[in-house]
């Protein structure tokens, strides 16, 4: 039962640090890097999180971003080390999904 609850606050955190990871590295490059952001179609914190079908492509499109490590060629030390904290959060993530559903199967 308190694999299930770390797992679950972990998750929680993941989730909670991944989003503010992620508009955080939006204004970055909304303020640093202009044509960047212009080019991921000027996406909202809102816009990410959204679930609208009208949103799906700029979700993919940062997400590709993020996840190819275009962001990295920017020679930006505060966009990377945002980068890999979202990166980070997003692979924490994915481990304490994997916990719970362990700890579930146990």
Known sequence: MAVTGVAVLILL???ASGWMLRALLL???RTRHPREFEALGNPSARHLSSMLPRHNEMHVQF???LWEGKVF???DDLA???AWAALT???TLVASVVLLFWSAWK
């Open 63 to 65: 997400w590709k971003y």
């Open 89 to 91: 959060s997003d692979v």
């Open 13 to 15: 955190a993941a989730m």
């Open 73 to 75: 060629l920017l020679k």
């Open 27 to 29: 204004r970055t490059l």
């Open 80 to 82: 990377t080390g945002l």
